[in-house]
């Protein structure tokens, strides 16, 4: 029996892996625990399978090293190859990028065993910056799934009452097995930078429970290369063509026609507001041109020619009603 999965998906990691299963193999508080980790290869063409035979050779029997391989290049792929190589029936998700603190494996089992319903759950994720982030950097630090708080919450009652649905970053997630089976369509919609959105909002759709657990805590790494202007640029522009989908996914098909000006115009108004706040510095200051390019590619995105036809990927609420709960 295997009561938790730590699964970590990498792509080219042969450099960052080892941090990560060193902060593993020096857990603690997991005596009484029985769990398993997992590394999902996507696609990577370094050593990083030789990185993980070195460790399976060497490794406490206790929790062992199990390695899974996934030509599909994107996350959301590596995800479900990792999925269906877990015994456990709670799945912590971290990227080779993430260093868990000693006792997240401990305190991500235990808060699971103590919500039944919870069918996702994160927690804290500090920043640990290889040079100091940008000035303004705070405004767009939700995107680089970083998150800290003192007090534990239910996100789906947090914001029941509101029109607004925030989900935790996918780094450091802990999905429930059954809500991901439950949930989870086969193939995913969305690109990587919202693979994440997508996910728990098939979770949250279907019912489940999304947590915020301050007690899991791990710092992600951020290399300087995520705060060139050109990296920024390309990530943003990312983010703001998916929107478009991860807003449509809460509408039937004859709804969309209606909302989509509504949003438009919506999205218009902040573009104006932001050009006309930063307009003297969007050359200069990367973290206001990023928030432009989201912004731009936001009011865009209805008719970008990245799209797929939305009609051939319903989610399942759509024509059901009994999954609109919330």
């Known amino acids: 029996m295997v009561d938790f999965t730590v699964a970590i998906c990498t792509c080219n990691g042969e450099k960052r892996l080892p941090a990560v299963l060193d902060r593993l193999r020096s857990q603690v508080e997991t005596e009484q625990i029985q769990w398993e980790i997992i590394v999902a290869d996507n696609n990577s063409?370094?050593?990083?399978?030789?990185?993980?035979?070195?460790?399976?050779?060497?490794?406490?029997?206790?929790?062992?090293?199990?390695?899974?391989?996934?030509?599909?290049?994107?996350?959301?792929?590596?995800?479900?190859?990792a999925v269906k190589a877990a015994k456990g029936p709670l799945i912590g998700f971290l990227d080779d990028d993430n260093l868990p603190a000693p006792d997240w494996v401990a305190a991500a089992y235990h808060f699971g065993q103590a919500n039944l319903r919870a069918g996702a759950y994160g927690g804290q994720i500090r920043g640990k910056f290889e040079v100091d982030p940008p000035e303004g950097f705070k405004r767009i630090s939700r995107y680089f799934a970083l998150l800290e708080g003192e007090d534990r919450y239910c996100y789906n009652e947090k914001y029941k009452h509101t029109r607004k649905k925030m989900f935790p970053p996918g780094a450091g997630i802990v999905i429930r097995k059954q809500a991901w089976l439950e949930s989870i369509p086969e193939q995913p919609l969305l690109t990587q930078t919202s693979e994440d959105v997508e996910m728990l909002s098939y979770i949250w759709q279907n019912g489940w429970e999304i947590w915020f657990s301050p007690e899991m805590q791990i710092d992600h790494f951020i290399p300087r290369s995520r705060f060139e202007k050109e990296y920024l640029k390309h990530f943003f522009q990312e983010n703001g063509w998916s929107r478009y989908y991860v807003r449509m996914l809460k509408y039937k098909p004859w709804q969309r026609p209606f909302v989509i000006p509504l949003y438009m115009a919506n999205d218009l108004k902040k573009l104006l507001l932001h050009f006309m706040k930063y307009r003297r510095v969007l050359e200069t200051d990367i973290i206001a041109a990023g928030e432009m390019e989201l912004l731009l590619s936001l009011f865009l995105s209805p008719f970008s020619k990245k799209k797929t036809s939305l009609h051939q990927h319903n989610p399942p609420w759509a024509y059901n009603p009994s999954y609109a709960k919330l």
């Not at 993980?52 to 029997?61: G, H, I, L, T």
């Open 45 to 81: 063409t370094d050593n990083t399978r030789q990185v993980v035979k070195a460790y399976q050779s060497n490794w406490p029997e206790s929790y062992p090293i199990q390695y899974c391989f996934e030509a599909k290049q994107g996350l959301a792929f590596a995800r479900r190859c």
